[in-house]
């Protein structure tokens, strides 16, 4: 059969990014949905670990092909829904990512396929570059005037406090003589105020301080990394990972088209999580209405989750952190009625989308990262073995693991020790 020149035109695209690039992967066929259409619209998902896993599977199976570049061991190059994945060197660099990004969708001709970031330092360099990117690509992510405001905490800390939107206490001396003047309860918890300039640095989302001389000494270190006036203190709030909370949303035009309310049920690390590791849909309307207050003030649009602690002290809901993107768990809103990526993927290409809300009650795990720690809380006695076993019941939703799909389940296991050495537990 005679190819058409669209097929002749990626064919030659593959040789000559094989030839260039020797860790580029050719396009494989999405099995699902036959040989893939070079005339839709596609996506590209920047960063293939389990949250880009889950924007691949929401496209994929609709027949939508998706190009996933990462600068990782990522187990969404060996998906069955992956058209084409393409490993690059370095994405960390705003400016080096953007041109990678853009390079990428020249070789391959991607015109107009839409953008799906994964990772913050993604976010902020496609809202700072975006008219570059728009020359190529959709590019659903918000505009640098919205993502400032969630980009640095302190601009988001002094958002919230002009809203009324309650948040815990935080100050950010700028040296360890401002520190010393601080009035501030024991423990604390030291926080960058921009964290990709931290979590990389120590594979921690925060640290926490016990002691005046402990406080000293945690600062300076982490004032060493991010720079003058970047690390926070905040009070702690008490309480692990069951106290956390997140308002999800697909937002568009000052209103939730799909959104989705979650509590975590465990998280890893235990007191500073990263991320969830046992989630669930709750009901929960406060949290819908304080979150949709700040971002109609922004003015957002696109994928959001703004986190939350339930401070047992005062019973208020406090805003701890915003991602202005796909966030870990999001598949669990695929499971619970509110699929986030095809929604902004609709959008996008002007298919019509109805409102949706999440079902309460509809479960998700990580497994690879829940069974270490529930063993951490077992052994430290905050959890017991058979509370663990009876809160495995029920799980609707394996964040990587798919029948249908079942090489990125397989592959992660043997990713292990390299998420190991490149994240920490």
Known sequence: MDQTAAERGVASTVERQAADNPAYTEPRRNRSAGRPNTETVGAVVVGG??????????????GIPVCVIDDEISVSRVSRYTTHHVRVPDLLDEQRAVETVLDVGRRLGLDGWILYPTRDENVAAFARYRDQLSAQYRVPSPGWESVQWIWDKRRTYEMAGQLGIPAPRTWCPRDVAELDELNVELPVAIKPAIKEHFIYATKAKAWRADTREELR????????????????????????GRHQFAYCAFYKDGQAIGSMVAQRRRQHPPEFGRASTLAETVDI?????????????????????????LDPRDGQYKLLDINARAWGYHTLGQRAGVDF??????????LPVEPCRAQPGIRWIRLVTDLPTGAVEIKDGTLSLRSYLRSLRGIHIESVFAREDPLPGIFELALIPYEAIKRGF
Do not use: T
């Open 49 to 62: 670990n389990f949250p880009g896993l889950g924007i691949v599977r929401s496209l994929g199976r609709r």
């Open 341 to 350: 990526p095809y929604l902004l993927y609709a959008d996008q290409v002007g």
């Open 285 to 309: 309307p406060l949290l819908e209405e304080l979150s949709e207050r700040f971002l109609r003030h922004v003015n957002f649009y696109g994928l959001v989750e703004m986190e939350y602690k």
């Open 217 to 240: 000494e945690k600062f300076q270190q982490a004032a060493a990394l991010v720079g003058p006036g970047e690390a926070m203190v905040q009070e702690l709030i008490p309480g692990d």
